[in-house]
């Protein structure tokens, strides 16, 4: 009799032990189709979706650990002309962009058309030029040898943002002269950890000169010299980019400008897919007729009160015509008003509403 109520209260306690697994497959299903559940159109029309709308490229230098009220400039400018920022500054800016529904890509997924934003999003990139060593200061090494990076400067404040807005996508392109960060004891391994943690690494000339200025065999050198640097270092895992010192030239038509793009240097050919302007407002969409990959503008990322295209115009002039996401990087989501300005040159599903 014992062994017949032990047999039936092993049968109970299955039965019970299945029925809450299958409970928990059914609540497991559930949460499967609410997360693969369609966007609609009204989805699109709540949060003003258009994939034809600008995309701001920020184009910073150095930034410097100090406070806003330690400078005699507007705002958070070192500099007369705002090219250097406070650490303060920077974090602040940092804020706004996050804060005013903006989320990081890379600059090169932007060039090639993959922005991967979330629903009602809009994308943002980030530009250091000059390898200051501001931009990532080693202060030494650690135990296991690797570096270790001051909080205060523009990569140790991104990662302290990496870490306290995980959605933030933080990343950052860096544009390097002969110099590379102005550590050359630690520059090998800069360069090594920033591609290892989600950063670029690209070509600003090996003497910061002015593509204006010189004959095209120096061209040649200029650009091909960091090129081969880089890829001794950092074997393709660079960007084939080039950020124009003082934005020179001014003109894709330049004679210099083909020797930016296709440059042979010590017998190796180099390749640039894109050459950044220093600009003063927000680029097309790379799903616009409007967009050329080839020459890109940026903006200043700088205070003047409001004037003369400074941060806070830029982003003023953005909330009537920046880059919305629908939240699905393989799809296209444009008004219908927007429709003649489409060129879909990645052959990407395309939905108008």
């Known amino acids: 009799m014992k062994k017949i109520i032990f047999l ?4 109970y306690l299955t039965g019970c032990s299945t029925l809450k697994q299958e409970e928990k497959d059914n609540i497991s299903e559930n949460e499967d189709v609410i ?5 609609t159109i009204e989805d699109y029309k709540s949060n003003n979706v258009n994939e034809l709308g600008k995309v701001p490229i920020m184009m910073y230098h150095g930034i410097y650990n100090k406070k ?13 002309d705002g090219y250097q920022r406070t650490s303060e500054s920077f974090k602040n800016d940092l804020e706004f962009y996050y804060n005013s529904g903006y ?10 058309g993959n922005i991967d934003v979330e629903l009602g999003k809009s994308p943002i990139i980030l530009t250091f ?69 989600g950063y670029d690494v690209g ?52 004679s210099n400008m083909d020797y930016i793009f296709n440059t042979s240097y010590n017998n190796k050919n180099y390749i640039t897919k894109s050459a950044l302007r220093v600009g003063w407002e927000a680029e097309n969409s790379p799903f616009s007729n409007e967009f050329n990959p080839k020459f890109l503008k940026r903006i200043r990322a700088y205070d003047n009160d409001g004037k003369d295209f400074d941060i ?16 699905n990087k393989d799809v296209i989501v444009i008004p219908n008003s927007e429709q003649n300005l489409l060129y879909n040159k990645y052959n990407k599903k395309v939905i108008t509403y």
Not at 103 to 112: A, E, N, P, S
Not at 149 to 177: C, H, Q, W
Not at 312 to 326: G, H, P, Q, V
Request: aromatic share 10%; glycine share 6%.
């Open 68 to 80: 806003n009220s330690e400078t005699e400039y507007t705002g958070g400018n070192i500099d007369k």
């Open 35 to 39: 997360q693969k559940k369609e966007i």
């Open 8 to 11: 039936l209260l092993i049968i």
């Open 129 to 197: 030029d000059d390898g200051l060593e501001n931009n990532i200061k080693v202060t030494g090494l650690n135990n296991n040898g690797e570096i270790i990076i001051d909080p205060n400067s523009a990569i140790g404040i991104l990662e302290s943002f990496k870490e306290k807005y995980p959605d933030f996508n933080v990343t950052a392109t860096f544009f390097v002269n002969g110099t590379l960060f102005g550590q050359e004891e630690y520059n090998e391994k800069i360069l090594k950890w920033l591609v290892k943690h």
């Open 312 to 327: 806070k115009m830029n982003f003023n002039l953005l909330e009537n015509n920046k880059y919305i996401s629908d939240g």
């Open 103 to 112: 989320r990081m890509i890379r600059l090169t997924d932007y060039i090639d």
């Open 203 to 254: 070509n600003h000339t090996y003497n910061h000169v002015n593509f204006s200025d010189i004959d095209e065999q120096k061209t040649k050198v200029e650009v091909g010299s960091i090129y081969e640097i880089l890829d001794t270092i950092i074997p393709n895992k660079y960007v084939n980019i080039v950020a124009l010192p003082f934005g020179s030239p001014y003109s894709l038509e330049h």
